[in-house]
């Protein structure tokens, strides 16, 4: 445990933004995390680096929290219930369970950053959220250095967000998730249209936990660019819902607008559509830019600064504005 100085933060974010951190220290268990927050109090804390845009230098101390390992809590002939430490890479993790023949997670294949970080936006794709499987959550007090635990219910989560995001945001380092998994008897989601596309084109009729992993990780890469090739956080905004009402008078002007039903009277719309119909997607601005695959996805090509692409953002958020009345929402932090 040893404070470094003057450390370059790009390795450990997936946009690859080249920030310095004035001090940086590695953490590699709940202990050692706790001795930290006896004297420092005032830190900026890096797991993954996945869902953050870094705009600038980090004076505060960057505490990067490393810590691994996994263990089966218990297990019965149905089901396993896991808990993993903050640290451990997310996609090496669903990669283990799928090896395992433990179902759940198998749907989350390929989404960058790591454990401790999943509960914080309830990571969700292809009609799974995480919240479904996760059945506690442990954390620090960064102001006592205790520990304390959440169930689920105590989490809130909801679509992309959790109570991590709103009332103890900033209070508490995430330290280890728990999980309830299946051994058989598996809920498999295969309804995402381009699941079953997938295994169709492959002739799969009774898909394996495998058979799912490798398809969404097949759509993942056609669709999404990976991070150690094009520095990106996935989703830069919110899919936004709106009123009905609001959605109606779209639909006469855009017939062809795609959207999901939320209740009587709301309506969800792919923020990924909309950025594509006001002209943004695949768009190149030096060293940033737009996804050609997916325009929900902003993009580092190598050497952007987040400034740059946080006014990119704005940009968009504007055009989106002016041309549907809708208010895009960041699902990135932005770090000042
Ligand atoms: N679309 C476009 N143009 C685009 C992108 C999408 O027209 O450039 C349209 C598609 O044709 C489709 C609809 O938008 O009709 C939905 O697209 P897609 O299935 O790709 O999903 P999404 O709503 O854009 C969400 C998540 C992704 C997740 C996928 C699959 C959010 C903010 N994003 O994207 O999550 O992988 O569904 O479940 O909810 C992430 O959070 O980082 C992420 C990648």
Known sequence: MKIQENISLKKYNTFNIDVNAKRFISINS??????????????????????????????????????????????????????????????????????????????????????GTCPIQNIGAYGVEVKDTITRVEAIDIETGKLIEFSNAECNFGYRNSIFKNEVKGKYILTSVSFLLTKKEHQLNTSYGAIETELTSK?????????????IISIRKSKLPDPKEIGNSGSFFKNPVISKKHFDKLKEKFPKIPSYTISETEIKVPAGWLIEQSGFKGKRFGEFGVHEKQALVLVNYGNANGKEIFELAEKIQKKIKQNFEIDLEIEVNIIN
């Open 203 to 215: 002739n799969i009729k009774t898909p394996t936990l495998k058979d799912i992993s490798d398809a």
């Open 30 to 115: 709940v202990y050692e995390l706790q001795q930290l927050l006896k004297t420092e109090k005032d830190i900026f804390l890096i797991s993954g680096g996945s869902n953050m845009l870094l705009t600038n230098d980090i004076k505060k101390l960057v505490v990067h929290l490393d810590i691994k390992g996994i263990s089966i809590d218990r297990e019965n002939h149905d089901d396993v219930y896991l808990t993993v430490n903050a640290g451990e890479n997310w996609h090496e993790f669903v990669l283990w369970c799928v090896s395992q023949n433990y179902g759940g997670l198998e749907n989350l294949s390929l989404i960058p950053g790591n454990v």
